[in-house]
């Protein structure tokens, strides 16, 4: 099933708040190729979620700042209750086939 826009930035934001990373190390770990991420980065800089750092003349490492960190422990959260939700009907199913197993034991049974 492909990534939704949503699943590509909690991957972004996941390798960004590892530790400040350069755009080639990101697009290695996120599986994204550098131009589409570099829009994507594009649009988490001018959301003020993530900064860009110059290390040296010619290059820039990404960063999470507090407002990053707050929307990706969001994201993540969000993810996490999705996937709960997505759980819950097998676990009712569960519960519902274990109860019938318990009174068919608890049945006398004919010889």
């Known amino acids: 099933m492909p990534h939704s826009k949503l699943d590509k930035y909690l991957d972004i934001l996941e390798v960004v708040a590892e530790r400040p990373q350069k755009i080639d190390h990101i697009a290695a770990k996120v599986h994204m190729e550098t131009r589409e991420l570099k829009n994507r980065m594009n649009f988490l800089v001018l959301n003020g979620v993530i900064n860009e750092r110059p ?29 709960l939700r997505e759980s819950l009907p097998v676990i009712e199913e569960a519960k519902e086939i274990a109860s019938i197993l318990y009174k068919n034991s608890r049945k006398p049974r004919r010889e």
């Open 55 to 83: 290390i040296d003349d010619n290059r820039i490492v990404y960063a999470l700042n507090d407002r990053g960190y707050a929307v990706f422990r969001t994201l993540r959260a969000f993810k996490y209750f999705e996937k």
